[in-house]
Structures are given as C-alpha cells and as structure tokens.
C-alpha cells in the first residue's frame, strides 16, 4: 500500500513537473489545447495541463531589424537604381503574430519590398536622391497600415543607400564641379568688386583729404600775405611819417642804411672774391654825412629835453 502511495506521489510530482513552463523576458509563448490557440503565455513562471496543453509558438515581441536586401528600381524617368532599405517592428500581438501570417520576417521583407518599388518607381531621380525622408515617411505609413492585421507595429522605415548608374554618377560629379567652379568664380568676382569699390573709396577719401589741406594751406598762406601786407602798410605808414617830419635827412638815412646791408650781403656771400663798387665816393661820402646830420640832430635833441 505503501508503495502505490508512493508511485501516486512521484506520477503527481512529474506531471506538476511536465506542466511547468518558464517563459523569458522579451518573449510570449502561444499555449495550445489540442493544437487549439488558447492564450499567451507571458513572462515567467506559468502552468499548463501536460499531454493537453502544449507551447505552439515562441515569439520575440522586442523591437527587431530586418534587413531588406539590395534590389534595382527603375524610377520615374526610367533611371535605374540600386536601393537598400531596413525595417524597424515590433510584435505587440503575439497570437496574430503566430497565427494570421505563415512566415512573419518573409512577409513584412516581401510587403516592404513591394511599397519601395512603387514609392520610389514614382518620383524622378532628383526626387529620391534628395528626398529620402518623404521616402522614408511614405514606406512607413504604408508598411504599418498593411502588417496591423498581423499584431506589428512598424516603427521605422530607412533608406539606406541609393546606388544610380555609373553613367549618371559620373553626370552628377561634373555637374556639382561646375556648380562648385561657377560659385568660386562668382565668389571672387564679388571680392574682386568689393576690393575695387574699397580702393575708389580709399582713392576718393584721400583726394578729399588733399584737396581740404591745399585748401587749408591756402588760407594760410592768404593770411600770411595779409599779415606781410598789414606789416609793410604800417613800415611804409611810419617811414612817411618820418620823412614828413624830418624831410630829406630821413630818407638819406634809409637809403645809406639799405646801401650798407646790400654791402654786407655782398661781403657774406660765399662765391663773392672781389667787390667792385660802381657808385662815386663823394656819393658814399654825402650819404654817411647825412646819417651823421641826423645822428647830431637825435643827439642834440636828447640833449635839449
């Protein structure tokens, strides 16, 4: 009796045992009751009937990259290029997932490739080259919208490389070396105009600049001449002055005094070896006697006073 107890005992232990699933973190695991879905089995520790209940489908509902491979397209100006393209997803129904699609990674890569071929089989060969993210956007919206009824959420949709033709590789790279070329040229034409608008600016400045100092000095030396003419009106003023008051003694001082500085400059110049004198002695003498007449009359006068 002891014994049947104990065979009971251990039947019941291995069947507890048999029934026992863990299920791992990132995954949900389909039960199935006589090949019938029946529920998801969600991380951790779980129990299912054992001989009744079996794990139908272990699905990774983590967000996953599926490659989609290189393919050529011929757009919309029968220009063909190579193109390869990723896919971000995630499951978020892991029944749909298993059940309403035979081969899930086949499918979204067949479902992508279809959309990326009429996406881009619509737009010109500038178009995909320079808008890849309307491409991206488009592929999304409709990858998305066609995998829901499978329990996916698609995520992202990128374009990795678009491959044109040689030919046209080549157009492209002596097309952008014109356009690079016409805008150096460009750019030095400007600096060349700004440079030479500079240098009139400098040149007009400086003109300005010279024609106000001529001006200046002009005014200056107007207001010498002035001065000078002022000096001489008021010399000549006072030496009339003096030949009025002391008639001819006066002006034969000032002309023996202009006599004897002739003579001295005469006397100091550095070329001068030998003076010759083209003027009478008494003429010199009557000068100087006139100079000491007036030089009499000065004295005297002091005197007087």
Do not use: C
């Not at 232990?13 to 019938?36: C, D, H, K, N, P």
């Not at 400045?205 to 001529?214: D, V």
């Not at 000068?287 to 002091?302: F, H, N, Y």
């Amino acid at each position: 009796m002891t014994g049947v107890v104990l065979a009971l005992a251990a039947l019941a232990i291995i069947f507890v045992l048999m029934g026992v699933t863990v299920v791992r973190q990132g995954y949900a695991y389909t039960i199935e009751r006589f090949g019938r879905f029946t529920h998801v089995a969600m991380p951790g520790f779980n129990f299912i009937l054992p001989f009744v209940d079996r794990v139908g489908r272990k699905v990774n509902v983590m967000e996953q990259v599926l490659d989609i491979p290189g393919q050529e397209i011929i757009t919309k100006d029968n220009a063909m290029v190579g193109v390869d393209a990723v896919v971000f997803f995630q499951v978020l129904d892991a029944a749909k997932a298993a059940y309403e699609v035979s081969d899930l990674y086949v499918a979204i890569m067949q479902i992508t490739t279809t959309n990326l071929r009429t996406v881009m089989g619509s737009m010109d060969l500038d178009e995909t080259l320079s808008k890849r993210d309307d491409i991206n956007g488009r592929l999304l919206g409709v990858v998305d919208h066609a995998t829901s009824p499978w329990g996916l959420k698609i995520t992202r949709v990128e374009v990795k490389d678009i491959r044109p033709p040689a030919d046209i590789s080549n157009a492209m790279a002596r097309q952008m070396k014109a356009e690079r070329e016409k805008r150096a040229q460009i750019l030095e034409a400007e600096g060349m105009r700004a440079a030479e608008i500079l240098r009139a600016e400098g040149e007009k400045q400086g003109q300005i600049l010279q024609a106000e100092g001529r001006r200046e000095a002009a005014f200056r030396d107007a207001e010498a001449r002035e001065r000078e003419a002022e000096a001489e009106a008021k010399a000549t003023e006072m030496v009339s002055s003096a030949i009025a008051s002391s008639g001819s003694q006066a002006i034969n001082y000032f002309v023996a005094q202009k006599y004897v500085e002739a003579i001295g400059m005469f006397a100091t110049s550095p070329n001068a070896k030998t003076i010759l004198f083209p003027v009478e002695a008494t003429a010199l003498i009557g000068t100087l006697g006139g100079i000491g007449e007036i030089a009499k009359e000065a004295l005297g006068s002091d005197k007087g006073k």
